[in-house]
């Protein structure tokens, strides 16, 4: 099972809603990641959890918080979004937290969310 | 600041033709660098990647790296309309980091 899985496909929420977007692989992978992406902009990471720690958030405002059941599970809970929070939320795992790791990299599908 | 530069485009090739993408970096600690294809609206698909200087090739896919000029390059030989997507160039230095990306359009 080479697959990040992501839910939902898209979501459409208020600004005073309280959301979760999922993440799931079952690749035994350490390091798990959010990035947020605009339209025709890059990939910007948001948070990486290495063996389940918290280890980057990227300056990420305290309306993104993410969290980290266990190895194979990764949430980022919403609450209280912009409408300039409307992105592409993608999942990434890796091996681990290092170069090598990233040659076995996957990304999900996405999140499309559109805040409201 | 970590900078991952590429010319966003568009890059118009015919078929059958080569393209090719450019990647400059500018932080010379970096170690890793990876090519992703990215189809509209969906999520980046990792096509190659190179540790060392020189050429690394993967079927049509060539990616060359030097590390001296901070400069590492994607070749599609044999374009195929089905190679028409934006391409990101990412570099790893304790974090992988994504250039803006170059659209790359293969007219029939």
């Known amino acids: 099972d080479t697959e990040v899985t992501q839910t939902p496909k898209h979501l459409v929420m208020g600004m005073t809603n309280k959301k979760s977007l999922k993440c799931e692989q079952h690749?035994?992978?350490?390091?798990m990641y959010w990035y947020k992406q605009k339209a025709k902009k890059p990939p910007e990471l948001m948070f990486v959890?290495?063996?389940?720690?918290?280890?980057i958030n990227e300056s990420v405002p305290s309306r993104f918080s993410p969290e980290c059941p266990n190895s194979s599970l990764l949430n980022l809970h919403l609450h209280a979004l912009q409408p300039e929070d409307s992105a592409l939320y993608l999942c990434?795992?890796?091996?681990?937290?290092?170069?090598?790791?990233?040659?076995?990299?996957?990304f999900g599908q996405g999140t499309r969310l559109t805040v409201v | 600041q970590k900078e991952v530069e590429q010319n966003s485009g568009p890059l118009s090739v015919p078929e059958g033709a080569i393209a090719s993408l450019n990647c400059t970096y500018s932080?010379?600690?970096?170690?890793?660098f990876f090519w992703y294809r990215q189809y509209s609206g969906k999520s980046p698909e990792l096509i190659m990647f190179i540790y060392s200087n020189g050429d690394k090739e993967d079927g049509r896919f060539t990616a060359q790296l030097n590390k001296a000029s901070q400069y590492v390059s994607l070749l599609i030989r044999d374009s195929q309309p089905s190679d028409s997507a934006t391409y990101l160039c990412a570099v790893w230095d304790n974090d992988m980091r994504f250039g803006a990306g170059t659209r790359l359009t293969v007219k029939p």
């Open positions: 932080d010379r600690g970096s170690q890793s």
């Open positions: 990434a795992s890796s091996q681990d937290w290092a170069s090598r790791g990233w040659a076995e990299a996957f």
């Open positions: 690749m035994g992978h350490r390091a």
């Open positions: 959890y290495s063996y389940e720690k918290l280890s």
